[in-house]
């Protein structure tokens, strides 16, 4: 269970606390951004390796995806019926795949919001 993940050039950090995200500068430990990610516990963060998308599950069954620049949500994707416990992106960033306690696995176009699964 990732609850940071640093960015794929490694100037950034996301650190999940409670129901938020904190962007941070790695260099300067600076936060950039704090985001109110969702409604109960943040158990799950991750970057694309491309750099265009930030992602983060949580105990309200939810899977964010964040536009990495301006970190505002993109999409919000609903499916899961218990805790979002991990999220993960494919190497290109077209498609992310997120755990549950509820013993699925899906995956999702984050562009899209096309649940692949």
């Known amino acids: 269970m990732e609850r940071i993940a640093y960015s794929p050039d490694g100037s950034k950090l996301a650190a999940a606390h409670y129901t938020r995200l904190s962007i941070f500068n790695v260099e ?3 936060v950039l951004c704090t985001v109110r990610a969702h409604s109960d516990y943040v158990y799950a963060v991750a970057w694309s390796y491309c750099g265009q998308w930030l992602a983060s599950g949580g105990a309200d069954k939810m899977v964010h995806v964040y ?3 301006t970190f505002e949500v993109k999409s919000s994707l609903r499916g899961h ?4 416990r991990s999220v993960c992106f494919s190497s ?6 997120s755990g549950s306690e509820d013993s699925t696995v899906r995956n999702w176009n984050p562009a899209t919001r096309a649940s692949l699964s």
């Open 67 to 69: 536009d990495a620049k």
């Open 28 to 30: 300067t430990n600076e």
């Open 81 to 84: 019926t218990d805790v979002v």
């Open 92 to 97: 290109d960033g077209k498609e992310l795949t």
